[in-house]
Structures are given as structure tokens and as C-alpha cells.
């Protein structure tokens, strides 16, 4: 892990496996929630793509979640107006399951921090993280206690 450094010198790089957001949604107390948070006010930037933004919509507006069309544009929009666009160069990296390949290709051209719940549908790596751990991590390197 890097050294800790002041927070007002670098706004950490994320991406956002889909399940952040769809448990971001249905708990609002839990790191999911306080992960989009803190990309509301600044404090970290997700990254996205246009396949990326497509599977969030389409995911966010399964049935069996019953979310309304106000919150999931709430959430996709919060992801755009903060984030950044980027398109990475898809990798060739052996995938424990393809379909997550978009959010690791990214996570490694932007250089960020992938947070997913499902950590085994991705190769083992550090930058890798379950919300928790990274709330852990970002609070240890930058105290940014939710």
C-alpha cells in the first residue's frame, strides 16, 4: 500500500463493481452507502465507461429490486457528474468469471482501486477490495471516518 498522505493532495481513484451500487440501494447505513458518500462530496472519483454505465442500468433496473427510476438516475448520475470517463484496452488476464473483465480492465488503466463484493470473481490482487477493507484503508490513509 502506498505511504499515507494528506488528503487535500489526491482524491483516490475507484471502481465500482455493480453490486456497490445495488447495496448501496438496499442499505443505507452500510460501506456501500458511505463509499457513495464520499463520491458525492469529493472525497474519492470513480472511474467508468460506457459498457460499465450500460451494465449499471441494466442491472439497477432488474424487477426483483424494485428500485425506482428516480433512485437509480440518482445513483448513475452521481457516478458520471463525479467521475471519469475512461475506455481501457481489454486485457488478456486469465478471468475467474468474463462478464467482470470491464470493471478490472478499468480498474487497471486508471490505476484505482476496484471495490466489489465478489472478490473471487476476480485474479488476487491488493488493488482489489471488499468495501469494508477499503474503508479500512481509505480511513487509515486519509481518516475519512464515515
Do not use: W
Request: net charge positive; hydrophobic share 40%.
Amino acid at each position: 500500500m502506498p505511504e499515507k498522505q494528506d488528503k487535500t493532495q489526491q482524491i483516490h481513484r475507484v471502481v465500482l463493481d455493480t453490486n456497490i451500487l445495488v447495496s448501496s440501494i438496499l442499505c443505507a447505513r452500510g460501506n456501500p452507502a458511505a463509499i457513495m458518500k464520499m463520491i458525492s462530496e469529493g472525497k474519492i472519483a470513480p472511474y467508468y465507461n460506457a459498457e460499465i454505465m450500460s451494465e449499471y442500468n441494466r442491472v439497477l433496473r432488474y424487477p426483483k429490486l424494485g428500485f425506482t427510476s428516480i433512485r437509480i438516475e440518482l445513483h448513475i448520475k452521481r457516478i458520471s457528474a463525479k467521475g471519469i470517463l475512461l475506455e481501457p484496452e481489454k486485457s488478456i488476464v486469465k478471468m475467474p468469471d468474463e462478464d467482470d473483465r470491464i470493471f478490472y480492465d478499468l480498474h487497471k488503466a486508471a490505476n484505482a482501486i476496484l471495490i466489489t463484493g465478489n472478490t473471487k470473481h476476480y485474479p488476487k490482487e491488493y488493488s482489489i477490495m471488499k468495501p469494508a477493507e477499503f474503508m479500512e484503508y481509505i480511513n487509515s490513509m486519509f481518516g475519512y471516518g464515515v
